[in-house]
């Protein structure tokens, strides 16, 4: 890692200072890159560079018809109109200055490795300089911020206090996205190298995915203005046109994570790609080679969500890669543990969304894409109930990978006939559950999952037996459904179906007057979930899971805006179910 010259600013572009250079004056607007304004524009009135003697002289440079500006003198202005000394709101939502390098070096040493969105050549690592305040060094703080070894530097401003990851997060993230009001203070590289960052975080409140979904939307829009999917984007040095090639394929990795986690369809077709995929150790990131090779099974699995793919295939039941095999061909094993502890976790997530779930009320068979989905999900318990997970290096994939395990434990709770795997099941459930209520310091994204688990573990602690929400085996005879066709979870309007559900679960319940026990249940064992031959109670709960399991669809976290008894982030462990 080199520093930047003196005369580069945090982007790697010449630092000017406030005017136009002699040569700039005497050069065509052509060959400079001046920009003009008319005097129309508002700009204009700000623009005049006359002093008070030369006023009295003769008429000021926008006194005619306008005024041309050196576009890197014009940068400037914008960066210095937008980050104003007296900014006391702005200030306190930066890092405090002694944080910057050691949240830096957090960035490069966990994330970089496996998702280079940097130029390691032009992004000046010293941290002193003019990089202090940049919005692009914010963005990577932000990131960084998640890291358990970060939680010394949170502080913010100039105060001594140090902050939880969410609220460092949550005001550091206001700050970035107030810079990116002003794009134009960004060459197009930085601007998507900030969204692609700012998309690595979910914010607070019900928008912040959709949000995260939108920076990086931008970020591909702009990478696309530069052709950089078309390897347009290229130079003389063989060094750049390598990054931009890194920075494209990060884009392109992180297109395809948005789609599965956020439910979106991916933003950029892979026939609409004419720059040459990596090799593998072409990159010099291992980790990242690893990565690809994990996301390019995401990008083959998408393919089973979209909406007019045969509903008869329920997912991948051919021969299915394995992690060893991906490590041999990247040479991944020289890797930290943490880092391959870390792409582990990403298969693992990878391989669940392998089955296409049927639907909770639809028995599955056993096809070799079930079984997978089931043995990696406990695998990913294990994974994250281990101390392995103090280390794994801070990606959105953590909390998304355990809401994936609880909602198949979930289905595996309610399909189970068999009374020890009902059990193991809502072993697993409550495991996820304390998972996601621990991985809710750091990440938002877990609170509606980790609350939803909550009720179900509390319905689950009142019901005299398991046996009561089991799916019965016929509902499907009973309901006149076929048995091959996957059940498409409703996802249009709100789901009042789940209102009801957590409304009768929270009121106490009459045992009277119960149903016979349907097809499945044990006699002698209640049926309280079944009411009217279906299950009522949790009818609204299956919508959700099924969906969680389903990224063709996405999960509106704007139909659970009546779950509001969110614990914040900062409770005790010790308060874990």
Partial sequence: MTSAGKNQDHRGQPQTNGHASTEASSSTPQSTGRRFFSDLNPEATF?????????????????????????????????????????????????????????VDIYFAKIHPILPLMDETEFPKGHVGGIGFGPLTHALCLVAAKDPAAAPYLKLGHGSSTLQPREFCSRLHASVMGALKTPSQFDKVTLIRILALASLHNNEGMEGAEEASMCLSQAMHHAQTLGIHLGQHSSPEASHNASMKRLFWCLWALDRMNSAINGRPIMMSDIDIAIEPLVPGESGFPAFDAWLRVVDLLNKIIAFYRPNYPTEITGWQDSYPGLEEIFDECGAWGLPESMRATIHLFYLAVAVLSHRSRGVKQIPRGTHSSIRQRLCAIEIVRLLESDHSRELHQLSIIPYAASLALSVSYSHLRQSHLRHQQEDARKDFRSCCRILQSLRRTWSSADTMATLGRKVLEELDKAPSLASFRVPRNVEAAAGGEKDVPCMPTITGQRTGLEEAVREAESSRSTEDQPPPAVGVAPGEPAAAVVDGTMSIFDGMDDVFDTYLDPNYPVNLDDLSFVDDLQPFGWSENNVL
Avoid: M, Y
């Fill in 47 to 103: 623009l005049s560079r006359a002093t008070s003697s030369e006023r009295n002289d003769r008429k000021s440079p926008s006194d005619d018809i306008g005024v041309w500006v050196d576009k890197r003198e014009w940068e400037a202005f914008v960066q210095q109109k937008t980050f104003v000394p007296n900014h006391e709101t702005r200030e306190d939502q930066r890092p405090h200055p002694t944080s910057l390098a050691p949240l």
